[in-house]
């Protein structure tokens, strides 16, 4: 099973932007295919894009169509989420996870620590 570590949140203000990093480590990671998921209080955790192994595939939530970008490096076991015009409903934890190819379903039924955004209007 591959590790993976969240990093890159904080605080910005609306329409401002972030880059989230998912750091890999253990298995090879171009054998997985990759999503970012959030979780905002008191709301279920949500997909919000995915990529596959090799990254010529990508999907989004039409929440952050057109103002997400899910890229990978396998060269740099990194997973990127860079997020621009930022709302305050993007406000949340997110996490990256291994999903099953070619759907949004998590691979594994456990999560790291995710990293906070937070949005302020």
């Known amino acids: 099973q591959v590790q993976l570590v969240e990093s890159g949140g904080g605080l910005v203000q609306a329409g401002g932007s972030l880059r989230l990093s998912c750091a890999a480590s253990g298995r090879t990671f171009s054998n997985y295919a990759i999503g970012w998921f959030r979780q905002a209080p008191g709301k279920e955790r949500e997909v919000v894009a995915t990529i596959s192994q090799y990254g010529s595939s990508t999907k989004y939530a039409d929440s952050v169509k057109g103002r997400f970008t899910i890229s990978r490096d396998n060269a740099k076991n990194t997973v990127w989420l860079q997020m621009n015009s930022l709302k305050p409903e993007d406000t949340a934890v997110y996490y990256c996870?291994?999903?099953?190819?070619?759907?949004?379903?998590?691979?594994?039924?456990?999560w790291g620590q995710g990293t906070q955004v937070t949005v302020s209007s």
């Open positions: 996870t291994a999903v099953v190819p070619g759907t949004t379903r998590p691979r594994y039924d456990s």
